[in-house]
């Protein structure tokens, strides 16, 4: 169906990795998301992984092949949307960098990566998204994940839609912008460096008192609920789309949680 006959921009969905494998009711939320915001969504069968984990470790060969594929399947789309700021940002921003100079695919590349997103930004800042019909009778914290802050610039976009959750209350954590010492293959290549990392940002997020802890992105998310759990914590953690979706009613990220 194209944007000509039902009169809504189709968007491609880039679930993300950890989502599809590890929690795809991110992804029903970020759809359910979509549709609020009047788009029409599209799931590719044929998608695969960014190309981040092969990127951040040089392997610029593999990731270019990677990120063609991707392009092939998202490109008749107009707009691709992923509920990832890492994920969000190794499309919109790294893809170029990969193809330049190339008559074949730069241009190309740019068109692509003009109209990528990352969720919550595409919400607010393209589809003028003010509020959400939602209730959470708890308290949150929000993590600002590095790469949707400093690459994509996602601040207040989440928190202005949380705002309106009804019976929602934010408790700030001091360092909310501090990395939590995830980093992709950061964590495996230092685990020494991003355990103590971690064991900070746990410490910070405990003494807000929250209910449960929020960030956009499942890498973080999966780190920080390890090791509140590990610290005996039962906060739970949580996509922010699942909140935003009004979807919480499943378990919350293994590891978290009473």
């Not at 960098?97 to 393209?126: I, M």
């Not at 995830?182 to 209910?211: E, H, L, N, Q, R």
């Amino acid at each position: 169906m194209s944007i000509e006959a039902s009169g809504k921009p189709r968007v491609g969905l880039f679930a993300t990795c950890l989502v599809d494998l590890f929690r795809p009711s991110v992804g029903f939320a970020a759809a359910k998301l979509i549709e609020e915001a009047g788009c029409e969504v599209h799931v590719p069968l044929a998608q695969t992984c960014c190309g981040q984990p092969a990127y951040n470790s040089g392997d610029t060969k593999d990731t270019r092949e990677i990120a063609r594929q991707v392009i092939e399947v998202f490109e008749g789309f107009d707009y691709v949307v992923a509920p990832s700021g890492s994920c969000g940002a190794m499309l919109k921003k790294h893809y170029p960098d990969l193809f330049k100079g190339d008559a074949k695919w730069e241009a190309r590349c740019r068109r692509f990566s003009n109209k990528v997103f990352e969720l919550v930004s595409f919400l607010t800042d393209v589809r003028g998204m003010t509020g959400v019909a939602a209730r959470l009778d708890k308290s949150v914290t929000y993590h600002d994940s590095c790469s949707g802050l400093r690459e994509l610039g996602i601040a207040q976009q989440p928190r202005q839609l949380l705002s309106t959750v009804e019976g929602l209350k934010l408790k700030e954590m001091a360092g909310s912008d501090v990395c939590c010492g995830f980093g992709g293959t950061f964590c495996v290549k230092y685990s020494d460096i991003s355990a103590t990392i971690v064991s900070k940002k746990t410490a910070t997020i405990s003494a807000t008192g929250a209910d449960m802890l929020l960030a956009g992105d499942m890498g973080c998310l999966m780190n920080m609920a390890g090791k509140l759990k590990r610290e005996g914590s039962a906060m739970e953690v949580r996509h922010v789309a699942e909140v935003l979706a009004g979807m919480t009613d499943n378990r919350p990220i293994a590891g978290s949680g009473k």
